[in-house]
């Protein structure tokens, strides 16, 4: 038994349970986890919606819990559903259906798509289905289907199997006292009928209000009324039955179990006395004995309380039964395929002294009590007939001994020269050598301390001592063992959900060549393994020190990867954290990626990486665009390489230009490349801009003896930049594009004119 966190973790549990079982019902299992080593593992985390799979390998939700303080630590009282109740109920239908529906076309539509199955087990009449849907949950419907189709269900992992009536027809006997204890039966008169009235056939559906219009009226009246008299129940009213056969059949049903009989009994556990079959499920038909209320009748099992212990034994059983009358519908078109009586396995299981006794206490009534004539038959021998049941008989002759109950005509209890025949044999010890199968094709064998069950047809044999267990082919070599120091199989399977390898606490669970077994332990002794499974959960992956090698491989097939991903996913990617990371790429599986540090990222040379000694040796890096707030170069000078024009423009990368500031540009010489300009832009001028900037011009007059002098003033568009000389270079440019400015403008008139 165990539980699984919502992350998918398993841990192991320890804890009494108790399953509640209601016939058609609701399934709870209740269980107080106490604060074990084992439980301490998760007992602080538990909480709802958590999973837990029982003894039998069900699946279950947590849906309650409580946490109480024992003393210094933690208890835990949780109750749990079956998963499928959890699931069916988590889900719904929101589609209106208005239509008949046969059982298998109903179900189908609640089952498809819920992650379960279903096998309709019996054959059903069609309902006509009104607001089916809705909203409603899965479960919500598959209830109300089970009772408008008059079904019972069981379940086997995630199937459910839907029946007419569940459970069996068995010959199980409880009996006060002998296996059962607290009898209790209730009768409930509060709602007693003896007469029914019904109506069908008619427009409106079930509890419509034409129902006087009802084509199909039938009534039903209960032999019981000649006594208690007439009674009469709510009439049914549904349109949707048509045939005299249910109208009748669910008209009886409401008079017959109106009368509410339960019967509650503690119930003793007989598998511990050998009694395999002797085990009640839901809706079994079985007899309930108890002298004192004069109870000796045939009942049906409607509810089961089971409490196990941490084990899976059973330590309390109980019952509660109704009466054939109260369940009649539940009877069984067919009995169920197990119709023998209980008896020992022989040889697997010795008796307790109790039940040895109570056997002998038995026996000793029967001979002291019985009355019985001798007569001596025809035949010879003696005759011994039972005064009050003719069919009790024994016979003694020379052939041996023989006891009846059917008045001599089989004698299943018998002694003669042939052996004996018994149906159960009750004793402290049987003292043989071999037990031998019916068909003779197989034996088991004692010898001393060991025991051997032996195949006459292949001459295989399993021999089971204090040792250990074997199996031996028919070459007498060992085909499988079970010992203190190896297990052989050709498979290792469970029949619950998990396979468990068990440790003692701090240590491990190792597959190594099993030449080496056992050894002495040590990691070092051993050859290891590989191991093959689907998936690996795990708190950690870890190089086997004990062995030569340092790395830790994960090797996926040739175009595959090694991914991280989260808890039951394949496409949610988690981090991955190393001190380095060697690759030959990387690549990001989102749009951008993003490399975080607190101070800044080096490229350097793979030994000054991979040891941090010496000086770092810095790598190109290679990118189409890059985004920063600075280039700071670690070497005297920055390098730019371009096969075309260094740009510097906007952040869309457009041709709108952006400054570049900086205190000289020198060409390769090293000379300044603008010695006598600010800065130098190469752009297009804007239109008559020259123009504009030469009558913009301060033409200065200078005269010292009347002859007449003109020098630019110190304007910064012509002079140079200290202002105390007219740059040539500036004004030429300014005149020529003034010029080409000029004749644009003639152009333009003379095309005008």
Request: proline letters at 3%; glycine letters at 10%.
């Amino acid at each position: 038994m165990h539980v699984i966190d919502l992350n998918g973790n398993e841990y192991p549990l320890q804890a009494t349970t108790t399953n509640d079982y209601e016939l058609n019902g609701n399934h709870f299992l209740n269980f107080r986890i106490l604060p074990s080593k084992v439980n301490e593992l998760f007992i602080n985390d538990i909480t709802e919606m958590w999973e837990l799979v029982d003894l039998d390998g069900i699946e279950h939700k947590i849906v309650y819990l409580r946490k109480n303080g024992e003393g210094k630590k933690l208890s835990v009282q949780v109750r749990a559903i079956p998963k499928i109740y959890d699931d069916l109920d988590s889900q719904r239908i929101y589609e209106r259906y208005d239509q008949h529906m046969t059982a298998q076309a109903c179900f189908t539509l609640i089952f498809d798509g819920s992650g379960y199955n279903f096998v309709l087990v019996d054959s059903f009449d069609a309902v006509q289905w009104e607001g089916f849907g809705e909203g409603d949950t899965r479960l919500t419907l598959f209830k109300n289907a089970l009772n408008r189709y008059g079904a019972e269900f069981r379940i086997q992992g995630n199937t459910v199997y839907i029946e007419k009536v569940i459970g069996r027809d068995t010959q199980f006997q409880y009996r006060y006292r002998l296996n059962a204890s607290n009898i209790v039966q209730e009768n409930d008169a509060t709602a007693y009928y003896t007469y029914a009235r019904g109506y069908g056939d008619y427009g409106d559906g079930e509890g419509g209000e034409d129902w006087q219009d009802a084509k199909l009226i039938r009534e039903y009246t209960s032999p019981i009324a000649s006594i208690l008299g007439i009674r009469e129940a709510p009439p049914i009213k549904n349109g949707n039955i048509t045939t005299v056969e249910t109208m009748d059949e669910q008209l009886k049903t409401l008079v017959d179990e109106s009368l509410k009989i339960s019967v509650s009994a503690t119930i003793h556990d007989l598998r511990k006395q050998g009694y395999a079959l002797a085990q009640p499920e839901l809706g079994d038909r079985v007899f309930l004995i108890d002298e004192r209320i004069g109870l000796d009748a045939e009942v049906r099992v409607v509810d089961m309380s089971i409490t196990r212990n941490w084990k899976g034994e059973v330590i309390d059983l109980s019952l509660t039964f109704g009466t054939p009358g109260l369940v009649k519908r539940h009877q069984a078109n067919m009995q169920s395929a197990i119709q023998s009586i209980n008896r020992l396995l022989e040889g697997k299981v010795k008796l307790p002294f109790s039940v040895l006794d109570n056997a002998v206490a038995q026996a000793t009534k029967a001979l002291q009590n019985m009355q019985s004539e001798l007569s001596i038959p025809s035949n010879g021998g003696l005759l011994a007939v039972d005064k009050n049941n003719p069919n009790n008989v024994v016979v003694f002759n020379a052939a041996g001994i023989g006891v009846s109950d059917d008045g001599g005509a089989t004698f299943k209890n018998s002694i003669t020269g042939q052996g004996v025949v018994a149906e159960t044999i009750v004793g402290n010890s049987i003292i043989g050598v071999n037990l031998s199968s019916v068909d003779e094709t197989g034996y088991f064998h004692v010898n001393g301390h060991d025991a051997e069950f032996f195949d006459t047809q292949t001459n295989r044999r399993v021999t089971i001592s204090p040792n250990g267990l074997y199996g031996y082919t028919a070459s007498d070599n060992i085909h499988f063992q079970a010992d203190e120091f190896l297990v052989t199989s050709r498979a290792l399977g469970t029949s619950t959900a998990n396979v468990y390898l068990a440790a003692q606490s701090g240590k491990e669970a190792r597959v190594v060549d099993m030449a080496d077994v056992p050894s002495d332990g040590e990691i070092g002794s051993y050859s290891y393994l590989p191991l093959r499974g689907n998936g690996f959960y795990g708190n950690y992956l870890e190089v086997n020190a004990g062995v030569p090698g340092n790395n830790l491989y994960l090797r996926p097939r040739s175009g595959g990867e090694v991914r991280i991903t989260g808890a039951g996913t394949t496409d949610a990617y988690y981090p991955l954290r190393a001190g380095r990371i060697y690759s030959n790429s990387y690549i990001t599986t989102t749009t951008s990626l993003w490399m975080g540090a607190d101070s800044a990222m080096h490229v350097v040379n793979k030994t000054y990486a991979a040891t941090g000694e010496g000086d770092p040796i810095y790598r190109d890096v290679y990118a189409n665009d890059y985004w920063g707030r600075a280039f700071i170069t670690r070497t005297t000078n920055a390098y730019i390489g371009a096969d075309g024009e260094l740009r510097v423009v906007n952040k869309g990368l457009d041709d709108i230009y952006r400054s570049v500031r900086a205190l000289n540009y020198l060409l390769p010489s090293g000379e300044p490349a603008f010695a006598n300009t600010f800065s130098l832009l190469s752009m297009p001028p804007k239109e008559n801009e020259a123009m504009e900037m030469v009558s913009d011009l301060n033409i200065v007059r200078h005269t010292s003896d009347g002859s007449p002098a003109f020098k630019l003033s110190n304007d910064p568009q012509v002079s140079t930049n200290d202002g105390s000389a007219t740059d040539v270079n500036k004004t030429l440019g300014l005149y020529g594009e003034a010029i080409k400015e000029i004749v644009n403008r003639l152009d333009e008139m003379q095309g005008v004119s």
